[in-house]
């Protein structure tokens, strides 16, 4: 039995805390015969996962397998069928029918991220898809959401997962972004100098590794709109993000219900309910749009 104290994600902040599920679900498929699961403890100053793997690891082996795992997707079609989301609905119909067909009980991989990708059944005036809440792009200024996540999956070596995991982030990484970190809002007014003339830092195993998480997000049209698991939308007042911080360790599929419960997205949840669960924290954040481009806002405890 290993345990491992994330020390390098912190829960509060929407990057981090994909970074975290993203990793236990990639241990997960890792390990599959073994004991996961994930918890939260309060370590240096924040909320941070606790990791359980049922085998004796030490960091390097435990890491050696993780890179070895993602490696898998570096040529995958989930990353390569497109650039952008952006796609017709007969198109991305397509794509999902031979998913489906092509799927087994264990190899599912590219439904699960099509799934989280969007739904051919809402369409807009275009015949344009309807797509994730975590979209933050569609190829404006080359930054292209699908994309990026293929060259993080090619660009993503053993020592970013060890600085993402196990080290404060010390944002030295080029881009791609996938602008899931509130440090990716570059808007001027936020900033001491013209944010275009500035390189863009990032940390490169943290966006791999969150979006490794995009599957325990999936999408699912309820009425005329298309909504993605863990966000609320009231027009007028923006959309938001709200997750769990539980202390209890649980495994993939409990996590997979939790991030769904609907008493996460109430304006005040009920605590006595969720801690009867587990559920120690919920953190919510806006995401906003900034021209062409989306971005989250600093989390808050609710």
Same mark, same amino acid.
């Given at each position: ?19 975290? /599920?993203?990793?236990?679900?990639? /241990? ?30 030490? &960091? ?6 993780? &890179?070895?795992?993602? %490696? ?26 031979? %998913? ?47 994309? +990026?996540?293929?060259?993080? %999956? ?39 100098? &013209? ?85 120690? &924290?919920? +953190? ?14 600093? %989390?808050?405890?609710?």
């Amino acid at each position: 039995m290993s345990e491992f104290i994330l020390k390098g994600l912190d829960g509060s902040n929407p990057l981090g805390f994909l970074a975290a /599920v993203g990793t236990m679900r990639v /241990v997960t498929a890792a390990w599959p015969t073994g004991r996961i699961g994930m918890s939260w403890k309060q370590f240096s100053g924040g909320w941070r996962p606790r990791l359980i793997i049922g085998y004796d690891l030490n &960091e390097n082996r435990f890491l050696e397998q993780l &890179e070895k795992k993602l %490696a898998e997707m570096r040529e995958h079609f989930a990353f390569s069928f497109a650039q952008d989301l952006a796609i017709q609905s007969d198109e991305f119909r397509s794509v999902v029918d031979k %998913a489906r067909c092509s799927a087994t009980a264990q190899d599912h991989i590219l439904l699960d991220f099509l799934v989280a990708f969007g739904s051919e059944a809402i369409a807009d005036e275009k015949g344009i898809i309807s797509d994730t809440a975590f979209r933050t792009m569609s190829g404006a200024g080359h930054q292209h959401f699908i994309g +990026f996540m293929q060259q993080l %999956a090619k660009e993503t070596e053993l020592d970013h997962l060890r600085s993402t995991l196990f080290e404060v982030w010390e944002y030295r990484d080029d881009k791609p972004s996938m602008r899931w970190d509130p440090s990716d809002d570059r808007r001027y007014a936020l900033r001491w100098g &013209e944010p275009s003339g500035d390189p863009i830092k990032t940390v490169r195993g943290a966006n791999r590794l969150a979006v490794e998480a995009l599957p325990l997000f999936p999408t699912m049209p309820m009425g005329r709109r298309l909504e993605t698991t863990g966000f609320s939308q009231n027009r007028g007042h923006g959309v938001y993000w709200s997750w769990p911080i539980w202390e209890p360790s649980i495994c993939l599929d409990v996590l997979r219900s939790m991030l769904a419960l609907s008493e996460l997205q109430v304006r005040s949840p009920d605590r006595d309910k969720l801690q009867s669960m587990g559920i120690v &924290e919920i +953190f919510r954040c806006q995401r906003i749009t900034q021209g062409k481009y989306r971005n989250f806002t600093p %989390a808050i405890p609710v």
